[in-house]
């Protein structure tokens, strides 16, 4: 496990979002909420085009933080905020970046909170995502 | 006042293929009893953000009436091991024609404690505001 500086981010990535991973996402989740299902109904709620359900952003991952190295195995996703803006439509291009936003330790536990925020392609914030993963220092 | 129902609904094992597919979240303790008991688990458990997007059911009746999430937070209490059902339930913190305030809580049958607890903001009517500068 390593872990670098707090403060450390990712490079942007830009994530294009496909109207295939909205009907994906929506019908893994058996949601009914007709704007993330079809366009007419979507803007005739007022989005542009097929919006993307709420926790559709967890998809719209940043790159890898450099230096950080955590083991694959025994992860906790512990905590999850999300904080929205301009809704994420089909089509849009989402910029990313992730960023390492506090570490904690507690005994064996290591707390680490991760923020990603997803701008899109008229520059609107879209997102904050705040994520806080627990992991187990290694054996050995 | 708007009126929500709990959900119940069963996890099963293709939900959680399907999920991974199409959250491109391909950890095994989801899927594959053996990797999960590799991991120390009794078995398949599902992923948090699967149970906490199921949570979106519970709100679609206001999403109906025009609100939309402003913002969400929940914390992740237990693991919701695969073919059990789980309850989604809330109650309203507060509710004005632009805004409804909602805590949630996600059940698993025979556990006595939640699995995920959390808060809900849903506006009506407003801008969007920009997530980075608001709270």
Known sequence: ?140 | MPSLVPIVHRVTRSDLVRYAGASEDFNPIHFDDDAARFYGLDGVIAHGMYTMGLVTRFIEPLLNQGYRVSEWSNRFRAMVPVNRTIAIDGSIQESTPQRVVLNIAVTVENLPKPVLTGTIILVRGEPFADPATTN
């Open chain 1, 1 to 140: 496990m390593n872990i670098p500086p707090v403060g450390t981010q990712s490079p942007p990535y830009s994530h294009v979002v496909e109207p295939g991973a909205i009907r994906r996402f929506v019908e893994a989740l058996g949601l009914g909420y007709q704007p993330y299902r079809d366009v007419e109904s979507a803007r005739a709620a007022g989005y542009r085009d097929v919006v993307a359900p709420p926790t559709f952003m967890i998809t719209l991952h940043g790159q890898p933080i450099p230096g950080l190295d955590l083991p694959e195995a025994g992860l906790i996703h512990g905590e999850q905020t999300f904080r929205y803006g301009e809704p994420v439509v089909a089509h849009d291009v989402i910029t990313v970046v992730s960023r390492l936003v506090e570490v904690k330790t507690r005994g064996p536990l290591t707390f680490l909170t991760l923020e990603t925020t997803g701008i899109n392609q008229e520059q609107a914030m879209t997102f904050v995502s705040t994520s806080t993963i627990i992991a187990r220092q290694a054996q050995s």
